[in-house]
């Protein structure tokens, strides 16, 4: 059966957003009697029947919900967006199939991309999140300066900067074992040329664990999944 | 330093094969007394300095050779190629950067791919083995049949089999724990539409064991790459 995604169908009197009733009367060509499922990226799986139909509308009827409760153990990748669009919506797609819950893209000073557009972005994950069943949809924040992002407060228990250098860094892996299940976590991934040593020291300073990805050189959006999959493989579901 | 690959470099008298010196030579703009890194793919690194060129050729006196041991406890991954050559590529770039030894196409029931080109395929394995500083590239076989795979022996002491279906399924990182460090493994990764009934029953009467990828649903490649994640991070670099 189809997934379709409306952030708001539980609340609006069940009318399909704009774009999705397009494509579930106009391309899918779907009728009044037809049963789909819509997801609100927000936990809850509704199991709709479609009442009725125009050229830009799409009304339902909420037959049941399913709810699957808040995440425990939140994954939090904030990551310098690669210079190829497309390696850095792979790691959106990717990190979204594997299990992540928040993205913040980094803005550092060897950033090789300084814009980003996030329709696109918000569209890869709205793709992702419903292709892999899941029942919430990752977050994704604007473009952030680093700068700014270590000056914040973060929630997270556990918070590591992934970098290429220095022999203080232990193992994310290792040090993941160490956590209770529903602790959340939070990791930087730099840019291509890695953090500068100042970004590094304000890290540090600010309380985040310096750490490596293993023992070879990966990309940034092929760090971001190991980090995604240390992550996961350190969660409840394998304890 | 710049990387080149050539797998007969020690052998035929310092000429870089006709590829990688025209790259070298013309694209680069490499001269006699330049200093290069050349890979054999067999984990041999040889520091170089170019002694003459041409339009065409390129020939290297070897000033000093690293080696790296072969790795232990190998991982090889038979995997159905995805309908997108780019999905597919992209899984071997990435498994390379995490680390795999041997690459087994596979042609399944439910495959949406039934022809490969090597050629192509082992740019996209050579590309990604000098990006990531490797010192092995990792090996890919011709496009195979699964039941003449599951008929011949494999010296791999773990087997696996992931599949979507079953409650026989154990999970593959716990599988994992079990292993020593140097023992080799290899699993079995089916396409989109899985591995039908019949060949998962002939897997596991060759010795597979049915193991599942975590609980969510993962397409082929990121299956691919999870698995690879699974076999790294249950290495004796770990431990």
């Known amino acids: 059966m189809q997934i379709f995604y409306d952030p708001d169908i539980s609340t609006n009197?069940?009318?399909?957003?704009?774009?999705?009733?397009?494509?579930?009367?106009?391309v899918l060509r779907h009728k009044p009697g037809d049963k789909i499922f819509v997801i609100d990226g927000k936990g809850?799986?509704?199991?709709?029947?479609?009442?009725?139909?125009?050229?830009?509308?799409?009304?339902?009827?909420i037959l049941d919900t399913e709810k699957a409760p808040a995440v425990e153990g939140k994954c939090h990748i904030a990551i310098a967006p690669t210079k190829s669009n497309d390696r850095f919506e792979w790691f959106l797609e990717k990190?979204?199939?594997?299990?992540?819950?928040?993205?913040?893209?980094?803005?550092c000073k060897q950033s090789e991309r300084k814009r980003i557009k996030i329709p696109r972005l918000e569209r890869v994950l709205t793709a992702a999140t419903k292709q892999s069943l899941r029942l919430w949809k990752p977050d994704i924040t604007e473009l952030t300066d680093i700068k700014d992002f270590l000056n914040s407060d973060h929630q997270e228990k556990y918070k590591f900067i992934a970098h290429c250098e220095g022999k203080d860094r232990k193992e994310l892996f290792n040090e993941l074992q160490k956590r209770d299940n529903h602790e959340d976590v939070l990791i930087l991934i730099g840019p291509e040329g890695d953090f500068t040593k100042e970004e590094i020291e304000t890290a540090l300073s600010k309380g985040f664990q310096p750490v490596s990805l293993g023992k070879?050189?990966?990309?940034?959006?092929?760090?971001?999944?190991?980090?995604?999959?240390a992550i996961q493989l350190t969660s409840s579901y394998y304890k």
Chains 1, 2 share one sequence.
Do not use: Q, W, Y
Not at 46 to 61: G, P, V
Not at 96 to 107: A, C, R, V
């Open 13 to 26: 009197g069940g009318f399909l957003n704009e774009e999705e009733a397009k494509h579930c009367v106009k």
């Open 44 to 61: 809850s799986r509704f199991h709709c029947e479609i009442a009725e139909t125009s050229s830009k509308t799409c009304r339902l009827t």
């Open 216 to 229: 070879n050189r990966l990309r940034t959006e092929t760090a971001g999944i190991a980090a995604c999959m």
């Open 95 to 107: 990190s979204t199939e594997i299990g992540i819950d928040k993205i913040t893209p980094l803005l």
